[in-house]
Nanobody, 125 residues
Framework: VQLQASGGGLVQAGDSLRPSCAAS????????LGWFRQAPGQEREFVAA????????YYADSVKGRFTISRDNAKNTVYLQMNSLKPEDTAVYYC???????????????????WGQGTQVTVSS
């Protein structure tokens, strides 16, 4: 599967963005999906993840209550609704996927086999 992230941008603190990640491939609906981010000079960190059917999600503490991950298997797309953005949310956001046979939510980057190219999110204060 190939993943293509888009929807980043430059916003002010308190604004919202909804990056999306479109996937190619017929088995998208059986992929566990996640979002990660990497700020300059920092390691890539987990943001949010969703299982293949979309009924289970998990979030990093830093975004819990502000971000929502969702998926539309009919459109082969995963979304990350980001509300109440803060300057510390500034990073390149990456989507990731892995074909799974169970309804698992994957939070570690080394669990994923496929990665999108990233989309820049910049939040000004």
């Amino acid at each position: 599967v190939q993943l293509q992230a888009s929807g980043g941008g430059l916003v002010q603190a308190g604004d919202s963005l909804r990056p999306s990640c479109a996937a190619s491939g017929r088995t998208f609906s059986r992929y566990a999906l996640g979002w990660f981010r990497q700020a300059p000079g920092q390691e890539r960190e987990f943001v949010a993840a969703i299982n293949w059917i979309g009924d289970s999600t998990y979030y990093a503490d830093s975004v819990k209550g502000r971000f929502t991950i969702s998926r539309d298997n009919a459109k082969n797309t995963v979304y990350l609704q980001m509300n109440s953005l803060k300057p510390e949310d500034t990073a390149v956001y990456y989507c990731a996927g892995r074909y799974v046979s169970l309804r698992v939510v994957l939070t570690a980057s080394n669990n994923y086999d496929y990665w999108g190219q990233g989309t820049q999110v910049t939040v000004s204060s």
